[in-house]
């Protein structure tokens, strides 16, 4: 892997963790507004070590650990550098597997978005679909049956991997929207700021999980899934301080979020049936969707803006 490489993949996941933290931002500032100084510094200092560290280190390692088992804990997080042989013939042996159950949840966490929840509409087509959020469980499922169908013919494990893609989707996705109705509960003083902290830390933990399988569709090697996602996290973190709204005023910002999902989603699938795909696809993919939707943003904000002008500039001219 070329030093060019490298660099593009940790910005890659740097930009993608970020975006598709949007939410978890929104939610982590609004109950920090609500919470005692001491309370707020410990969160954004201690708990963004554990976010990068704990949270974002060792889940991936662990995965990869335990889809490649013979590797062993050193292993597993020096594999992608590895010269040796057999480590290499281990990890791409399993790699099929790891891909097809990133990728099923992935693709699933698109729909889900597409169908049933609320958003802006940046593209055609986003209105009609939000329309017919009733669809989404028979798409879902017949989107599962038609990969299991497919995988079978090439690999029982893999297919099992897509069982376990769409599984982790719908336990996580409950704790997400559990996550989301709780929060008018964390806003008021119900509870104290210990029990905010650790329902936060729950929280971040729940959202996480996009970002570090969507990582890896970027790579394999957990030293630079580290370093992108973690890198991510502490934006997360100055956006959640700082710049909440302004990241607010970006209206579509989590369309391309969603769609880099399913693009990664899409990848992670296509790697898992054994098409190839280079290292530098995802992160030029990530960028332009993310860039297109921002630049979307930002156009409409000034048509906004004018659109308000526009009555003001009016009755200067009528008083004239």
């Not at 966490?109 to 509409?121: A, G, Q, S, V």
């Given at each position: 892997m070329s030093l060019f490489t490298i660099a593009l993949t940790i910005l890659g996941l740097s930009l993608f963790e970020t975006v598709s933290s949007v939410d978890n931002a929104i939610i982590n500032a609004e109950v920090l507004s609500g919470m005692g100084a001491r309370a707020r510094?410990?969160?954004?200092?201690?708990?963004?070590?554990?976010?990068?560290?704990?949270?974002?280190?060792?889940?991936?390692?662990?995965i990869v650990w335990l889809a490649v088992p013979q590797l062993g804990p050193i292993g597993a997080l020096t594999a992608a550098f590895s010269s040796d042989p057999v480590v290499h013939d281990a990890v791409h042996a399993a790699a099929p597997v790891l891909f097809m159950g990133g990728g099923v949840f992935l693709v699933l966490?698109?729909?889900?978005?597409?169908?049933?929840?609320?958003?802006?509409?940046g593209?055609?087509?986003e209105k009609f679909f939000s329309s017919k959020g009733v669809w989404f469980y028979a798409v879902a499922s017949v989107f599962l049956a038609l990969t299991v169908w497919?995988?079978?013919?090439?690999?029982?494990?893999?297919?099992?991997?897509?069982?376990?893609?769409?599984?982790?989707?719908?336990?996580?996705?409950?704790?997400?929207?559990?996550?989301?109705?709780?929060?008018?509960?964390?806003?008021?003083?119900?509870?104290?700021?210990?029990?905010?902290?650790?329902y936060l830390e729950i929280i971040?933990?729940?959202?996480?999980?996009?970002?570090?399988?969507?990582?890896?569709?970027?790579?394999?090697?957990?030293?630079l899934?580290?370093?992108?996602?973690?890198?991510?996290?502490?934006?997360?973190r100055q956006i959640t301080v700082g710049n909440i709204e302004r990241i607010r005023t970006l209206r579509y910002i989590k369309n391309g979020a969603m769609y880099s999902i399913f693009v990664l989603g899409v990848v992670m699938m296509g790697d898992g049936f054994g098409f190839e795909t280079p290292a530098w696809l995802s992160p030029v993919l990530t960028f332009l969707i993310v860039g297109f939707f921002f630049v979307r943003s930002i156009v409409e904000n000034k048509k906004r803006t004018r659109k308000r002008a526009l009555p003001k500039e009016r009755k200067k001219r009528r008083s004239k």
């Open positions: 510094r410990w969160f954004l200092i201690w708990g963004m070590l554990f976010a990068v560290f704990v949270v974002r280190g060792l889940l991936p390692w662990l966490l698109f729909f889900h978005w597409l169908f049933i929840e609320p958003k802006n509409f593209i055609v087509g497919f995988t079978l013919r090439t690999s029982s494990l893999v297919s099992f991997a897509a069982v376990i893609g769409s599984t982790v989707f719908f336990i996580t996705n409950g704790f997400k929207e559990n996550a989301e109705a709780q929060e008018k509960r964390l806003m008021t003083g119900a509870l104290s700021d210990l029990s905010k902290l650790l971040d933990t729940t959202f996480s999980i996009d970002g570090v399988l969507g990582a890896f569709a970027f790579t394999l090697s957990v030293p899934i580290i370093l992108g996602n973690g890198l991510g996290a502490v934006i997360v």
